[in-house]
C-alpha cells in the first residue's frame, strides 16, 4: 500500500472523486484504465471492483518501469507497456474480450514533465523530444529539422491553433537545426510580449507533442475499440485537457449506440485547482454504451471522434448504417 502512495509524487490523479462516480463501480467489474500512468485513478477502481479486474495500459516505459517495481506480488491489476491504440492486443494477451468500464485520463503526468527529460515542458532545457514511447516515431527535433517551412506552419495551426504559425515556422526553418527546447522556446519567445510568451509556447509544444505522438488518430482508434470492448449498459469515461481532445469527445454524443451520462463536462473545484494547478483545465465527459458498435467502421468514419469545426458532426443524431 505504501509503495502503491509512495507513486502520487510522480502524478496526482485529477478529478478522482468525480470519475469513481461516473464509472459506478461495483465488485466483480472487469475495468480498463487506458492511460495508467502511476494508478492514481487506477489502484481506487481496483480496490472497488476486487476480485475484479483492473487492465491498465501505459505507453511510457520509464513510467511502466517505475509502476511495476511498485506493484504488490499479489494484485488485480494487469499493466502492459502498451499504447491504448493497440487495446484489442493487450486484451488479447490478458484472454479478456468484454469489459464493463473503460477510463482514459489524456493530460501528461507531471514525471513526464518534469521527470523524463524528454522535453514535455518548455521550462526545463532537454532534448526537444516529445514522445510517450521514445522507440516509436521521431523525436520532435528532427521532424522540425527535416520538415518543410508549410508542414511545420500546418501542424502548429492545426494542432496548436498558433495564430503566428507561419512566422514561427519560418523563423524555425531559419534557425535549424533545433535540438533542444531551449532552441525552441528562444524562437517562440521573439513573436510575443514577455507576458505572452508561455501560451504561446505551450500552444507550440502541445502541437509537436501531438504530431509526433500521433495523439488524434490513437485517440479516435483507441475510443473505437474501448466501446467495442465494452459490453452494452458498459460505460466510458474520458478526462481531456484541450479542446481538441475535448471536441473529439464531445462529438460522441452524436451517435446513437452511446447515451450521454454527463450532460455538461464536469470540471474540477476550486479547492482541486488551488492544490493542483495542472488540473484546471480538465474536462470530464462520460457516455453509456447502449448499441453494438463496429469498430473498424468507427474508425474510418470521417465524423468518429473529429475535433476540427469545419468537418463536425452535424447538429441532429447521426443514423447508424447497419450492413
Ligand atoms: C495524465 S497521465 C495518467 C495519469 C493517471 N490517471 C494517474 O492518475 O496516475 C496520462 C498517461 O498516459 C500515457 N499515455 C500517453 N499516450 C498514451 C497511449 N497512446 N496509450 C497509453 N498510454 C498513453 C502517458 O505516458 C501518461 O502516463
Known amino acids: 500500500m505504501d ?3 509512495n507513486l502520487r509524487k510522480y502524478h496526482r490523479p485529477v478529478l478522482l472523486r468525480e470519475v469513481l462516480e461516473v464509472l459506478d463501480l461495483s465488485p466483480h467489474l472487469i475495468v480498463v484504465d487506458a492511460t495508467f500512468g502511476f494508478g492514481g485513478h487506477a489502484f481506487e477502481i481496483a480496490r472497488k471492483v476486487d476480485p475484479g479486474v483492473l487492465i491498465g495500459f501505459e505507453k511510457d516505459p520509464d513510467t511502466y518501469r517505475i509502476v511495476s517495481e511498485s506493484l504488490p506480488p499479489i494484485t488485480n491489476v494487469r499493466l502492459l507497456n502498451m499504447g491504448y491504440e493497440r487495446m484489442d492486443e493487450g486484451l488479447l494477451k490478458v484472454g479478456i474480450f468484454n469489459v464493463d ?6 493530460g501528461i503526468s507531471s514525471f513526464s514533465l518534469e521527470g523524463s527529460g524528454r522535453g514535455f515542458s518548455f ?4 532534448i526537444l523530444d516529445l514522445r510517450f514511447n521514445p522507440n516509436e516515431g521521431i523525436p520532435a527535433y528532427e521532424f522540425l529539422n527535416r520538415a518543410s517551412e508549410r508542414e511545420i506552419a500546418e501542424i502548429l495551426r492545426k494542432y496548436g ?3 503566428k504559425s507561419n512566422l514561427i515556422a519560418r523563423a524555425i526553418v531559419e534557425n535549424r537545426p533545433i535540438k533542444t527546447t531551449g532552441d525552441l522556446a528562444r524562437i517562440v519567445d521573439k513573436f510575443y510580449s514577455p507576458k505572452l510568451r508561455n501560451k504561446a509556447k505551450a500552444r507550440v509544444w502541445q502541437a509537436l507533442r501531438i504530431h509526433v505522438n500521433d495523439e ?14 465494452l459490453k452494452l449498459g458498459g460505460i466510458l469515461a474520458v ?9 473529439a469527445v464531445k462529438s460522441l454524443k452524436f451517435f446513437p449506440f452511446l447515451k450521454p451520462i454527463t450532460k455538461k463536462p464536469i470540471l474540477p ?4 485547482v488551488s492544490k493542483n494547478p495542472r488540473s484546471r483545465s480538465a474536462k470530464l465527459r462520460a457516455y453509456m454504451k447502449v448499441e453494438e458498435v463496429d469498430a473498424l467502421r468507427l474508425i474510418n468514419d470521417s465524423r468518429f471522434a473529429d475535433p476540427f469545426p469545419k468537418a463536425r458532426v452535424p447538429r441532429r443524431r447521426i443514423k447508424h448504417r447497419r450492413r
Open 161 to 163: 491553433e498558433e495564430r
Open 239 to 247: 478526462v481531456t485537457f484541450h479542446s481538441l481532445e475535448d471536441r
Open 101 to 106: 468500464r473503460v477510463l482514459f485520463d489524456l
Open 269 to 272: 473545484n476550486e479547492d482541486e
Open 3 to 5: 509503495r502503491i502512495l
Open 123 to 126: 521550462r526545463r532545457d532537454e
Open 216 to 229: 488524434l488518430n490513437n485517440l479516435k482508434r483507441g475510443l473505437a475499440l474501448a466501446l467495442k470492448y
